[in-house]
């Protein structure tokens, strides 16, 4: 596959089925080095499917390739360099957090156990803790510190702060940013905090029923998308120019166009900058509520 220098995972019609479920449906997308990108998705999307088949976890149809692998047959040399955090993923319970960094150790080639004990420090963990001990907020904050101890090139995240506080995400985030991303790196991450994670992101991607509906870095969305304040009174005609989406902002009117709409229709409201949210819900919401077309 034609793989520049700078492109770490690129898909080609890809696509996955469990049995006559087609769960990823012909993506193509390519993530190059040094980027943070959401991946966003109701639930039942793909998302997980999506990192399954990065990690070598899933057979898939189509071609993928991960830093110069074919995850499924190169699982072995792929897991070494990059690092997968999944939904369901648990710590032994039993385990002190420094036999978790001990265990680390004889596991994974790329790891340092000093660097997972220093990231450690900057949590509320010791590493005398036992890890039936530990809130989800610490638990989560350990595995970050254990998987970014690794001197790996992609990390995979699959909503890696459900179920924690408002708090616990924010700290779990900062130090993933501060601590692991370093212009080269990258990190795929899923979640449905959409609000919270926008400010972080480089670029997004969403899925929608095994699709991917936008792949766009997130400094590129007010070139193509379009979104209007405007009076009530122009809501007839900002109709007629066919929005992605009619909807509230500040108590106001607003309208979302993928594209510039006509400039008689432009000139009846106040451009503003969409947010992800107003993307998401106007990319992602079910045929029969969003008919026009895309
Ligand atoms: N092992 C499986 N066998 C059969 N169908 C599956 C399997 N795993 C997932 N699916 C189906 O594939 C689709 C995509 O599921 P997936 O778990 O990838 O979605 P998701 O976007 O991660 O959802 P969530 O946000 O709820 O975690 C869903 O329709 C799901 O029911």
């Known amino acids: 596959m034609n793989q520049t220098q700078d492109t770490l995972i690129r898909a080609e019609n890809l696509s996955l089925n469990y049995g006559k479920k087609r769960a990823?449906?012909?993506?193509?997308?390519?993530?190059?080095?040094?980027?943070?990108?959401?991946?966003?998705?109701?639930?039942?999307?793909?998302?997980?499917?999506?990192?399954?088949?990065?990690?070598?976890?899933?057979?898939?149809?189509?071609?993928?390739?991960?830093?110069?692998?074919?995850?499924?047959?190169?699982?072995?040399?792929?897991?070494?360099?990059?690092?997968?955090?999944?939904?369901?993923?648990?710590?032994?319970?039993?385990?002190?957090?420094?036999?978790?960094?001990?265990?680390?150790?004889?596991?994974?080639?790329?790891?340092?156990?000093?660097?997972?004990?220093?990231?450690?420090?900057?949590?509320?963990?010791?590493?005398?803790?036992?890890?039936?001990?530990?809130?989800?907020?610490?638990?989560?904050?350990?595995?970050?510190?254990?998987?970014?101890?690794?001197?790996?090139?992609?990390?995979?995240?699959?909503?890696?702060?459900?179920?924690?506080?408002?708090?616990?995400?924010?700290?779990?985030?900062?130090?993933?940013?501060?601590e692991w991303c370093d212009g080269e790196r990258s990190v795929l991450i899923s979640t449905h905090q959409v609000e919270e994670i926008e400010g972080l992101l480089s670029d997004v991607m969403m899925l929608n029923e095994g699709k991917l509906v936008l792949n766009i870095p997130l400094d590129q969305i007010d070139d193509r998308f379009v979104a209007l304040k405007h009076d009530p009174q122009a809501a007839e005609a900002i109709a007629a120019a066919h929005p992605i989406l009619r909807y509230r902002q500040q108590g106001e009117a607003a309208a979302l166009f993928d594209g510039a709409p006509p400039a008689h229709v432009a000139s009846l409201g106040q451009r503003m900058r969409p947010s992800l949210v107003d993307l998401f819900v106007a990319l992602t919401r079910a045929p029969e509520i969003n008919p026009q077309q895309r």
């Not at 997308?29 to 990108?37: A, D, E, N, P, Y």
């Not at 792929?78 to 319970?93: F, G, H, M, S, W």
């Not at 001990?133 to 090139?153: N, P, R, Y």
Request: hydrophobic residues 45%; positive net charge; proline residues 3%.
């Open 24 to 178: 990823l449906d012909n993506l193509n997308f390519s993530i190059g080095k040094g980027r943070v990108v959401g991946l966003l998705g109701h639930n039942g999307a793909g998302k997980t499917t999506l990192m399954k088949a990065l990690v070598g976890v899933q057979a898939h149809e189509g071609r993928l390739d991960v830093l110069g692998f074919e995850p499924q047959r190169d699982r072995v040399k792929l897991l070494e360099q990059v690092t997968y955090i999944p939904d369901v993923a648990i710590l032994p319970r039993w385990a002190r957090v420094e036999q978790l960094v001990e265990l680390m150790s004889g596991l994974h080639p790329k790891f340092s156990a000093d660097r997972a004990r220093e990231l450690l420090r900057r949590t509320s963990v010791k590493l005398t803790d036992k890890v039936k001990a530990l809130s989800k907020g610490m638990v989560a904050q350990t595995h970050l510190a254990l998987i970014a101890a690794v001197d790996a090139k992609v990390m995979i995240l699959d909503e890696p702060t459900l179920g924690l506080d408002v708090l616990s995400r924010k700290s779990f985030y900062e130090m993933l940013i501060d």
